[in-house]
């Protein structure tokens, strides 16, 4: 039975019954494998660098200065122990109007660090073929009064090795660059390059002040000859968690090797998903090519079927030697498709990949595995169905020409194809909540363009004698003929479009939104740390470099405690953000009147009679407050209350200074604060911050236009690689097109020679062929440039925060594109069509 079934298999490979089969199932495994090395090779990635993400075996994250007690019961334990203290600040260089500054990361370390891994440095850079020396492995630190630095703060400032660097108060020599730094964790998680210096040399600097946003990590470890006691520090890990949950400590967060640095799996996963997401659309549609295709072969092998039948086998033997020949093509598919995976993946590196990691381990077995395991899935889901069918095939078909031939589908038939849809989401997601969320959405979104397209062609009936020219009625009879067929058309074609027209003209959309929810003199330059005492003189800097409207607001540092009263703990919220919000501090500040750019929704502005707050509407409603409630905030060891009087409407995209919590002045003067300032800087006065960094050096001066196209570079990367995963679901989308054309070709063929033997020219037939296709794409391209829209609409309304204008280019993009793939598809699937003799037709009916 095996080798007649490779016999007919051989057959029918040259007559190309299964080409088109063996296609799809390639597309659909190679977008999904793609996606299964990256994200493989990433996670790899991160636990082969597991001690080395984290420089430690457990870290210990702190907004203020690590509790003594918990250090000696560390060292009482036997434990290794490292800091170190890291914080945004200047650094500049150079002299008089050759001076230039930069923001930078600072990092101030002691011996010892890193206590797992090890820091890599050089003095020459531009020794390999991407530039830069690959440095050599050192267990030391810098010494006093040297920093060592990344190669990127050496080009900002213009500087090399030996130069001089000044960080607040005091100059440093630069005596090496920094090329690996096993705690950094992934590079688009810091934008500004790091300065190292000797923890001892911090204190000099006199950066670190009262309301400095630094952050204080203890670095733990068991001692090299027993890192394989990894019980002590999971004791300990538990030991310092007792005391968080029993002191009802705030802002300490514990990073341990099995947490993996949370924060920095949770966004490989996040991103692994969306990109396992945007493979299984392709994947999906795919299926419904498969479906299509093993539709079309189970009618042509009818009459093979009864021959068959007729010669002495029997159904379960006509099943099984049909069953071989499908898998072997879904077997070959799978595997040429998860080559074709494997190849494609590297285009995903070559752009994601230098975010992360530039020395990734190799690809597993396992998501080639996979792949072909969902191919596999896919062909018993959706090929299998229509092929079991053959088994029902009667003798009689052999003389009996015309009987019906069997039902498409049974209803158990479609459900097995959609259980094999969903339990594939599941497998690919490995979320249950998500996995069923996105089964229904395309479901749902399937369904809908479905019903829209009946109805359309339900209405077409009307247009029949709208034009009274032949072709036109053969072409809407036609449509209305095969409604099935036909839904499918618009439904797959409209598909494939609305991905296209998300990538191009609703992209653009979003973007030219973006830019001009951010008016051209908004503020480009942030600057915090401004001590009280400095206010004046830089108010008064700032003035007189002719500084458009520049505006100063007091910042205090203060964290949330109570709510009415009632301590917050971490059982308060089960959300992870309102969790992160309660668990770090504010940066609150006061003023009398209403800021720009604020509106107040409800309550009123307070007055100046009693401690009152003023809550931005976002954050109340992520931490469930409302009017009337009455907040408690932890100032540097004071307490203040006050009620909610009022919630506000920020403008954030106005790039001005903005905070949560605002508080009535009477409460909140004479508390500890800095200030901060926000202004437009033109880019003739960009000396304008260096010298204002030069001449105080405690300052923060954040150039935020360069920091946002940093971000937008990396978001452009991102961007261009979903860009080449929608590639596979255009595929898919064409393949669906074409299936549903060329599933129809053989009743075509018929029609075309009934009609010519009737008198109709192969000219007429010829329009009407146009006729349909323009209609179909039309109505394909009108539904996917409104679902791109309403996307668009969602995106913009939901996930940016501003003003959606619908452009009338998306609807005529839409009209043009969907017509056009119509038209290419259908000459493409039909146009030997009226090719053949109406008597040849005639003899074979």
């Not at 300990?236 to 967060?253: E, L, N, P, S, T």
């Not at 979104?445 to 209405?459: H, M, N, R």
């Not at 027209?501 to 001009?516: K, S």
């Not at 809550?615 to 907040?631: F, P």
Request: charged share 15%; net charge positive.
């Amino acid at each position: 039975m095996f080798v007649q079934s490779l016999r007919m298999t051989q057959r029918d490979w040259r007559a190309g019954e299964l080409r088109f089969l063996l296609v799809a199932l390639i597309v659909a495994v190679a977008a999904l494998s793609s996606v299964g090395f990256f994200v493989d090779r990433m996670r790899a990635g991160l636990n082969r660098d597991a001690n080395q993400l984290l420089g430690a075996d457990l870290v210990i994250n702190a907004d203020q200065p690590i509790s003594a007690s918990w250090r000696a019961e560390a060292q009482r334990r036997g434990l290794v122990l490292a800091d170190t203290i890291v914080f945004p600040s200047m650094a500049l260089a150079g002299e008089g109007d050759q001076a230039s500054s930069q923001l930078a990361s600072i990092k101030a370390v002691t011996p010892g660090y890193p206590l797992r891994g090890s820091l890599k440095v050089t003095q020459r850079m531009g020794t390999d073929a991407d530039g830069a020396d690959a440095g050599r492995s050192t267990r030391h630190i810098p010494l006093p009064g040297t920093v060592w630095v990344e190669p990127n703060l050496l080009s900002g400032l213009n500087v090399t090795v030996g130069s001089s660097l000044q960080l607040g108060d005091k100059v440093f020599k630069i005596a090496q660059v920094i090329t690996a730094e096993p705690d950094r964790g992934a590079a688009f998680m810091n934008f500004a390059p790091r300065v190292m210096l000797a923890a001892s040399d911090l204190a000099a600097t006199n950066l670190v002040q009262d309301g400095s946003r630094v952050t204080y990590r203890l670095l733990v470890a068991a001692k090299a000859s027993q890192q394989a006691k990894t019980g002590d520090v999971t004791a300990f890990q538990r030991w310092v968690q007792a005391r968080i949950d029993q002191d009802k400590v705030k802002g300490v967060r514990i990073d341990s090797l099995e947490s993996g640095r949370p924060e920095m799996k949770a966004t490989l996963d996040r991103a692994g998903q969306f990109l396992a997401l945007v493979g299984l659309l392709s994947a999906m549609l795919a299926a419904v090519a498969v479906a299509m295709a093993a539709r079309r072969f189970m009618l042509r092998h009818l009459d093979a079927c009864a021959m068959l039948r007729c010669l002495g086998l029997t159904q379960n033997q006509v099943t099984a030697l049909y069953l071989f020949q499908f898998l072997i093509v879904g077997l070959v598919g799978s595997v040429v498709g998860a080559l074709v995976g494997f190849a494609a993946h590297f285009v995903l590196l070559e752009w994601l990949g230098k975010l992360v990691s530039n020395d990734l381990p190799s690809a597993s077995l396992l998501p080639g595995l996979q792949g072909v395991a969902i191919g596999m899935l896919l062909l018993i889901g959706f090929a299998l169905p229509p092929i079991l069918q053959l088994r029902n095939v009667p003798h009689n078909r052999v003389i009996r020409r015309e009987q019906d031939a069997p039902q498409p589908l049974t209803l158990a038939t479609y459900g097995l194809g959609i259980a094999a849809f969903v339990a594939l989401l599941l497998w690919q997601t490995g979320d249950i909540k998500l996995g069923l969320l996105t089964a229904a959405g395309f479901l749902g979104g399937f369904a809908g363009f479905a019903l829209i397209g009946w109805l359309s062609l339900k209405s077409l009936k009307a247009l029949r004698g709208a034009i009274n020219h032949a072709s036109w009625r053969f072409a809407i009879t036609s449509l209305q003929r095969r409604p099935g067929a036909t839904v499918v058309q618009v439904v797959a074609l409209a598909l494939g479009l609305m991905a296209l027209l998300l990538l191009t003209v609703i992209r653009g959309e979003l973007i030219g939104a973006w830019r001009q929810s951010t008016p051209p003199d908004a503020p480009n330059r942030f600057v915090i740390n401004i001590q009280p005492d400095q206010k004046d003189a830089i108010a008064a800097r700032l003035a007189k470099s002719h500084i458009a409207s520049p505006l100063l607001f007091p910042m205090i540092r203060g964290r949330l405690i109570e709510v009415n009263g009632a301590p917050l703990t971490d059982a308060s919220y089960p959300d992870d953000r309102a969790k992160r919000l309660v668990d770090r501090e504010f940066n609150l500040s006061y003023m009398p009147d209403l800021p720009p750019q604020n509106q107040v929704i409800a309550g009123r502005w307070y007055s100046d009679q009693r401690p009152e707050a003023s809550v931005e509407e976002g954050i109340a409603k992520t931490l469930h407050l409302k009017l009337g409630d009455k907040l408690t905030f932890d100032v540097a060891g004071q307490t203040v209350t006050a009620p909610i009087t009022s919630l506000r409407k920020l403008d954030w995209g106005s790039m001005r200074v903005n905070f949560f919590v605002i508080i009535n002045p009477k409460a909140m003067a004479d508390l500890p604060q800095s200030w901060i300032t926000a202004f437009h800087l033109p880019e003739r006065q960009g000396a304008f911050a260096t010298a204002l960094a030069r001449d105080f050096p405690n300052l923060t001066v954040i150039d935020v236009g360069s920091v946002l196209k940093q971000i937008q570079n990396v978001l452009d990367q991102v961007v261009t690689a979903v860009e080449f995963l929608f590639l596979f679901t255009l595929a898919s989308g064409v393949l669906v097109l074409y299936a549903a054309l060329v599933g129809s070709q053989d009743e075509r063929t018929r029609e075309a020679g009934l009609l010519r033997a009737l008198g109709a020219t192969r000219k007429q037939l010829s329009q009407a062929q146009w006729i349909e296709f323009t209609l179909v794409g039309g109505l394909a391209g009108l539904l996917a440039a409104s679902g791109a829209a309403a996307v668009g609409w969602a995106l913009a309304k939901y996930v940016f925060n501003f003003e959606w204008a619908f452009s009338p280019e998306v609807w005529l993009a839409g009209l043009v594109l969907g017509a056009g793939c119509a038209i290419v598809g259908g000459w493409v699937g039909l146009r030997n069509v009226l090719k053949q003799p109406p008597l040849q037709t005639l003899r074979e009916a």
